[in-house]
């Protein structure tokens, strides 16, 4: 999609977020997708990528944040276009520990992801879902 239709793959960000997530079998929706990988923070509060799966071994990223950029002001702001806006777009560049070549990860197109200005009213764990590009380079 990215070389033959860009203006589409640039739209599935606020596409996929109108989506609930969870699997269901019976549903031929974005969560039923195979995984490509994880992204999730350490203990010490690192972005970290790992796209290492059972199909494909891609690599590792430990990153540090090298630059942002507000999101679009018309960018899908949530679910059902409600919520707070979508998050920055990000450079991120590869720390120590980085496996598979893996060098930065670049997040855009954002879709949602913003949290409440407030917490109040809200329980006690809360969520807000987001949804983005991300694309990766290697050497």
Known sequence: IAATLPQVLNTLPGFALQFNLGPNP??????????????????AGVPFFNLDTEKQQVGTLPCAKAGSAPAPADAVKGQGNKGEGAVAWLKLTAVDGATGNLQSVYRLNTAGGSPPATCQGMPAAFSVEYAAEYWFYST
């Not at 019976?26 to 203990?43: E, I, Q, R, W």
Request: glycine share 12%; charged share 5%; no cysteine.
């Open 26 to 43: 019976a549903s031929p929706n974005p969560a039923n997708l195979d995984v490509s990988g994880l992204h999730f923070f350490t203990g």
